[in-house]
Structures are given as structure tokens and as C-alpha cells.
Nanobody, 127 residues
Framework: QLELVESGGGLVQAGGSLRLACSAS????????MAWFRQAPGKEREFVAH????????KYAADVKERFTISRDNAKNLVYLQMSSLEPEDTAVYYC????????????????????WGQGTQVTVSS
């Protein structure tokens, strides 16, 4: 079982950058694929990015692909989301998620139905 805690959210001007971090407690962090999702007011939660267990498979949503970078440090049980060129449309609560998933699937399909979720961190981008 994993407990996930996000940090690093806040208020930033359009064009700025933020780095989110997700700390995982529990055993076998390195056996989980990790992902970031977000939920804007009045909208459904949506996939942002995922990274496979060893980092070899990474996938992004189309609207963040050139601006966001996901990474992980298995020695520290951490996963990051570096966000650059932020836009007001990126305003949302960002959630860290974990799932045991087949590596083959992670090369082709955005991670779905995570096993574990964090509590979320608010990101607000002002225009």
C-alpha cells in the first residue's frame, strides 16, 4: 500500500514555472507506475502524464507535452512534475497517482484507474 502526498503548488503568473513533488510512503515504490492528473473547476479529472517503474516509458497529454516534464527518483520515493510556460488553462488541483501496470501498456496508453491517489495540490495561473 502507498500513501501519496503532493507539494509545490501555488500561485504563478502566466508564462511562469512550478515544480510539483509527490512523496510516497510505503514499500515497493519502484514497482508502481506513477502519474499526475488534474481537475479544473467544473471539469472532470484528466490525465496529465505518467512514468513507468524505471522511467523508460513516459507519456503526456497533448496539451502539456511540450511544457511539462515528469520524472522520478526511486531512491527517494519521489515523483516530480516540472511545469513551464504555464497558462491560465493549467489552473487546477493536481493529483499524484500510482498503479501497478504492465510496461507494454505504458508505452501506448495513458495510465487509467490508479490504485492510489494523493490529496491534491492547487495550482493557480494568473493572466
Amino acid at each position: 500500500q502507498l500513501e501519496l502526498v503532493e507539494s509545490g503548488g501555488g500561485l504563478v503568473q502566466a508564462g511562469g514555472s512550478l515544480r510539483l513533488a509527490c512523496s510516497a510512503s510505503g514499500r515497493a515504490f519502484a514497482t508502481y507506475a506513477m502519474a499526475w492528473f488534474r481537475q479544473a473547476p467544473g471539469k472532470e479529472r484528466e490525465f496529465v502524464a505518467h512514468i513507468s517503474m524505471s522511467g523508460g516509458a513516459i507519456k503526456y497529454a497533448a496539451d502539456v507535452k511540450e511544457r511539462f516534464t515528469i520524472s522520478r527518483d526511486n531512491a527517494k520515493n519521489l515523483v516530480y512534475l516540472q511545469m513551464s510556460s504555464l497558462e491560465p488553462e493549467d489552473t487546477a488541483v493536481y493529483y499524484c497517482a500510482a498503479k501497478k501496470e504492465r510496461i507494454a501498456s505504458l508505452f501506448t496508453t495513458p495510465l487509467r484507474a490508479p490504485d492510489y491517489w494523493g490529496q491534491g495540490t492547487q495550482v493557480t495561473v494568473s493572466s
